[in-house]
């Protein structure tokens, strides 16, 4: 069943699919942090360095980060398209915007991996 929905018969499921998904990785990641930051309590910068730098909790992060720009490049293209009709602006704002969130997710990966 979830098979025949995700094919080219209804294009828009997989979208649907993947902004669900990524919501529950985000909410996954948010319940994480909270559970660490009540358990660790980091009070200086010391303490919040190594309950940050370990490579699992890099990754998780990173995770968490590509799941939310998928979920908001997802976001902004339906409300482009349910809110501004002329066509070549809503395209050029979705260039513009894919480039943003490109530039971010760069940019993110730049700090969590100290390069």
Known sequence: MLIQLLT????????????RLSAIVMAIYIVLVVMLLIIFRPANFNAWHALMS????R???FVFFVSL??????????VFEDYIFNLKLRAYLQIIVDVLLVVYLIWSSFILWNI
């Open 69 to 78: 720009f998928i979920h908001a490049w997802l976001g902004v293209k339906d």
């Open 59 to 61: 990754l998780v992060t």
């Open 54 to 57: 370990p490579i699992w909790f």
């Open 8 to 19: 080219n018969k209804y294009p828009g499921m997989r979208l649907w699919l993947s902004q």
